[in-house]
């Protein structure tokens, strides 16, 4: 299990983002945004035992991309508009490193499928053939339950398309508040047979 392989690049995915990136205009609407990270996010598996995970960053408006075997960390850029389910792709490119998207070393285009969803991803970069990738086929299903306070909380029960019973992990960051926080680790156990509860907290 790869969970938590260099956890460095985690580190620095999250301070280049919050430090080097300007949220882009059309980022300010949040409600755009978490359906777009509704839809996207997720695991796509290249191979059987290689995946990329897609991370939405909520309150910068932006993606991240993290492969789970090569330990590579990328923020990246929207170059097309995402117009809803008429379009048949969304694209997206990064560069080389965790705080430049310029020079453009690879991009990621989401494709939707008959239904309208996006289930598959094409993943390019120079002087490499293109790699599809497919959506893991993880449940996810709503949730609700209150704490303490009684106060309710949402989120999402994550967990492997193979019959069950499977152990579940609760995940949660300290001092974030969103189901995304901690999506990339979510994603890793999801994808070797664990199930996951993200959920969003309230202060």
């Known amino acids: 299990m790869r969970v938590g392989r260099r956890p460095a690049t985690a580190v620095a995915v999250a301070i280049a983002l919050a430090g080097t990136f300007a949220v882009p205009a059309g980022a300010q609407d949040t409600t755009a945004f978490h359906e777009l990270a509704t839809e996207l996010a997720g695991a796509y598996a290249l191979e059987a035992d290689h ?27 929207q170059v097309d508009a995402a117009g809803g389910a008429v379009d048949s792709t969304i694209t997206f490119v990064y560069g080389p490193n965790v705080t430049a998207v310029s020079p453009v070393e690879g991009r990621i285009t989401f494709v939707r499928g008959d239904e309208g969803v996006v289930n598959r991803l094409l993943w390019s970069r120079d002087g490499e053939e293109p790699q599809l990738g497919r959506r893991a086929p993880l449940r996810r299903e709503p949730v609700r339950f209150t ?20 152990p579940v992990a609760v995940i949660l960051q300290p001092g974030t508040n969103d189901r995304f926080a901690m999506w990339r680790t979510a994603m890793a156990l999801a994808v070797e047979g664990i199930g996951v509860l993200v959920f969003d907290r309230r202060d």
């Open 51 to 77: 995946h990329l995970v897609i991370v939405p960053h909520p309150a910068l408006g932006l993606f991240s991309l993290f492969d789970l075997e090569a330990g590579l960390a990328r923020p990246l850029e």
């Open 147 to 166: 704490n303490g306070d009684q106060a309710e909380l949402a989120g999402w029960l994550i967990t492997p398309p193979t019959d069950g019973p499977h």
